[in-house]
């Protein structure tokens, strides 16, 4: 089915013929139809699959078919995300698709004065992008309100509950009219989504696109067990051979990504670090210079992982592998977008045997190994040794093969960025630095 096929508005479609977008992906295909229709939608789709032409498409087709304007304050499409860098991202898609129009779009995310967004929201908007713990602030001194809001999206929900924000949820929940209609999208399918769905969804149309913790498919993986004193050096060899390429490099800390881009830099990178520490306005210019090419490479934290739409980027590194399995097929979607090629390096250090064990088992397949592998570490991998998740048991024995070389270091002021602690997860409930 085509984008003509579907009965979306002539303007609407000659936006999208004019941002070179002429054939619906999957997620578009499903969901599209259905949400025309008024009827709630619930999609299973990994990120980078076009959701938010899924979600923006249908219901700006039916704003722009009322002509009537916003009330004061109000909100007539809440569209809800759990970082700021996803809810520019959506923006930035919406605006697109919306050129010409009539319609009032914007977003409102923590890390930028909230002043100026009480100011913005006096005239209402006919989609609001918002971040819940932002969008909780604003309820809270009365700037805006939610009771003409007659669509709602919540996109990426696995990781709102991720980041705690079942609680914000719930608040924003009760204000909205039940008379409404929800698109929900998550990338997977955690035990407390089934409570997001039957709070917010009504009879919703089911569609599953790419099963949980499926990568895309041109996505070229593979893990390099190596010490973590290892890894800075391993990483600047491999970087080293592209450095004309796009890479997203991904730490566990954010001292740990500070760092690593430190180190990159002094070899001669072009390179910039962004995590939660991070102003609004730094996080901003540098996604700008990365995505313009001046920034070659760019060392995050997690709060990259989703929302970050660069199709250019051709390589992925996991420096520092997650604690948390699906943040790493989330992680890897940042490449091998558009229907191009990418590539995803893990660096695995033996006291993170356990988590690529975990990583493996969500994906349902080995990521294949360059060089030798640790008899612990393979021990551990094929489940000889503890449970999924757990620490195998016995210490991983020896020096693993770098499979690179020691060539072109990353210099003692590289040394162990990253570091091996773990830190540990945000309690459910606690606002996210993100928001």
């Known amino acids: 089915m085509s984008f003509d096929q579907m009965g979306l508005r002539p303007n609407l479609l000659a936006n999208l013929k004019a941002a070179g977008i002429s054939e619906p992906t999957p997620i578009q295909t499903r969901a599209i139809p259905p949400a025309l229709d008024g009827k709630d939608v619930m999609g299973l789709a990994q990120t980078g699959t076009g959701k938010t032409a899924a979600f923006g498409l249908p219901i700006a087709n039916a704003l722009l078919g009322e002509g009537r304007a916003p009330e004061p304050k109000s909100v007539t499409g ?47 908007y006919d989609l609001l992008v918002a971040t819940p713990g932002r969008l909780i602030d604003l309820i809270e001194r009365k700037a805006v309100r939610l009771d003409r809001t007659r669509f709602l999206v919540l996109d990426e929900a696995d990781q709102m509950l991720d980041l705690g924000f079942i609680h914000a949820l719930r608040q924003i929940a009760k204000l909205l009219p039940k008379d409404r209609q929800t698109l929900l999208f998550s990338a997977t399918m955690p035990k407390q989504m089934a409570e997001i769905a039957g709070a917010y969804l009504t009879n919703p149309v089911r569609i599953e696109v790419n099963p949980p913790g499926k990568p895309a498919d041109k996505i070229d993986q593979r893990v390099h067990h190596v010490s973590q004193s290892e890894k800075a050096p391993l990483l600047a060899e491999m970087l080293d051979k592209h450095r004309d390429e796009l890479a997203l490099v991904f730490t566990r800390t954010k001292h740990g990504a500070d760092r690593l881009a430190r180190g990159l830099e002094k070899q001669g990178f072009a390179v910039s670090a962004i995590h939660g520490n991070k102003s609004q306005g730094q996080r901003t210019r540098a996604l700008q210079s990365f995505k313009e090419g001046d920034l070659r490479i760019l060392v995050a934290t997690d709060v990259a992982a989703r929302g970050l739409d660069i199709p250019e980027v051709r390589h992925v590194y996991n420096f520092d592998l997650p604690n948390v399995p699906d943040n790493y097929v989330h992680r890897i979607g940042r490449t091998a977008r558009a229907g191009r090629e990418g590539t995803a390096v893990a660096f695995c250090a033996p006291e993170e045997v356990s988590d690529l064990r975990a990583i493996e088992k969500v994906m349902g397949r080995a990521i294949p190994a360059v060089g030798n592998v640790p008899a612990a570490a393979q021990a551990a991998r094929s489940g000889g040794q503890g449970r999924p998740g757990g620490r195998p048991g016995g210490k991983p024995g020896g020096r693993a093969h770098n499979g690179g070389g020691n060539g072109g270091g990353a210099g003692a002021g590289a040394g162990k960025p990253g570091g091996a602690r773990r830190r540990r997860p945000a309690r459910r409930g606690q606002r996210s630095e993100m928001a």
């Open 78 to 124: 809440l569209i809800l995300a759990p970082t700021r860098e996803l809810a520019a991202q959506i923006h930035e898609n919406l605006n697109l698709f919306l050129k010409g129009t009539h319609l009032r779009v914007g977003v409102v995310v923590g890390g930028n004065s909230i002043n100026p967004q009480i100011n913005r929201l006096h005239k209402g």
